[in-house]
């Protein structure tokens, strides 16, 4: 009796859009770039881009669909084995080996699966299971709220002050674009404690308190988003900090009563591993020397084009092994996720080639380097913009500084005043 092989179509035809540029008023071109190429190169630059996305789209596949499949195999295997291991703190080395494929299963969900799948990259498959719009990942962040800031204001206003929230995460200073304060003396210090508690740095940074004291959020969305955010946290607190150290109430009596404790120990040391590896790979992609940022007025109306320039000079990649690669996310290619973010992950080495090939061709820089070399390089960035500036004008607190950012928002205000009266008129 013959069987007939059961061939899955999948269709990258409606796939999620990438971002678009920021248009603004009718009246202003955009100048990003124009220091490094003609509006003409631009316009073949972005074409090049365009079309390299488009044919990575259309290649999707079955292989791509068993890959993502994989990967979640793997990391709920080192997820079960890890919380086996750690009922064994009486014997250290599986206790070890147990934090130790708990962090790794952390690492692989949050960065290979949930940060890619949230972006959309696998919806094509139409398997409920890796649907961006249904996510729900493993740490303290709402899916919801960081979709919004990540996904919508990061990858559209990539490092365009005053849109793209992730410039130095409301807390650090890591160019000149952003006035100093005080605070920013502590910008080491505060970084290293961001990276050990990095998913509750997340979870904040999307409450956008900032937005909501500053009358730019009603009363009713911060109370969602904190709705949310509690609901999140009691949820990951109640998984990790309680029910799997009650379960190993049931070795008290054959271990002791400290092995519950153990539990407990062993699962916030697996998080801060995750916390630790998503830090160093998100800083060491987007703030590291020569990686630049925008004012909005220069990205107004910009061409598609520009938009691929802006993505390839505020963003540097990390150089590694494949393991190295998967373990990031693949975010370790930073330029081509920025590029192409909604494009499954697991095709970035593929069009790296290819991507630098384009650059060299228009003589455009390529952001790259080891992990150290990268670190190093964020370590001094953090370092010099923590050191308050000669120029007063940089000082956010001083009254030159004040009186300039006065003048730009009346600027704006007439702006704005002006468009509307030529709309009436």
């Not at 719009?133 to 365009?160: C, F, M, S």
């Not at 970084?191 to 904040?204: I, K, N, S």
């Amino acid at each position: 009796m013959s069987h007939k092989r059961h061939l899955v179509h999948y269709d990258a035809s409606g796939h999620n859009a990438a971002p678009q540029p920021l248009v603004g008023d009718p009246d202003r071109e955009a100048t990003i770039g124009l220091d490094l190429m003609s509006r003409e190169e631009l316009n073949s630059f972005g074409t090049e881009l365009d079309a390299l996305r488009q044919r990575t789209l259309d290649s999707l596949g079955q292989a791509d669909a068993d890959y993502i499949r994989r990967v979640i195999r793997l990391q709920q295997t080192c997820e079960i084995a890890g919380r086996i291991g750690m009922f064994t703190p009486f014997f250290w080395p599986t206790f070890v080996a147990g934090i130790v494929l708990l962090g790794l299963s952390k690492i692989l969900e949050n960065m290979e699966i949930g940060h890619n799948v949230m972006h959309g990259q696998y919806d094509w498959m139409n398997d409920p299971l890796v649907n961006g719009l249904r996510y729900e990942w493993d740490n303290v962040a709402p899916a919801q709220d960081w979709k919004h800031g990540h996904n919508y204001l990061h990858h559209t206003y990539t490092n365009i002050h005053g849109m793209d929230k992730d410039i130095g995460y409301g807390l650090l200073r890591i160019d000149d674009g952003q006035p100093w304060y005080p605070s920013h003396r502590f910008n080491l210090p505060a970084a290293f404690l961001l990276m050990l508690f990095f998913e509750w740095g997340v979870m904040y940074h999307g409450l956008e308190v900032g937005d909501y004291l500053g009358g730019r959020m009603s009363k009713e969305e911060f109370t969602a988003r904190k709705k949310r955010a509690t609901a999140k946290t009691r949820r990951q607190v109640l998984k990790d900090y309680i029910a799997f150290p009650a379960l190993a109430l049931v070795l008290v009596p054959f271990a002791g009563w400290w092995v519950p404790l153990a539990v407990l120990g062993g699962t916030f040391a697996a998080n801060l591993v995750r916390n630790i590896w998503t830090f160093l790979i998100i800083f060491c992609g987007h703030f590291p020397a020569d990686v630049q940022s925008f004012d909005e007025a220069e990205a107004t109306n910009e061409s598609r084009g520009q938009w691929y320039l802006r993505q390839l000079l505020g963003s540097a990649n990390i150089s590694g092994s494949r393991p190295f690669h998967i373990l990031s996310g693949n975010l370790s290619h930073q330029i081509e996720h920025h590029l192409f973010p909604d494009i499954p992950a697991r095709r970035y080495p593929e069009v790296a080639a290819e991507i630098r090939a384009i650059c060299e061709k228009h003589g455009l820089p390529y952001n790259t380097g080891r992990l150290s070399k990268q670190l190093l390089s964020v370590a001094r960035q953090l370092a010099a913009y923590g050191a308050k500036p000669s120029d007063p004008y940089l000082v956010g607190n001083s009254p030159e500084s004040k009186a300039l950012r006065r003048a730009k928002r009346e600027a704006a205000a007439r702006a704005e005043a002006d468009r509307e009266t030529q709309l009436v008129a």
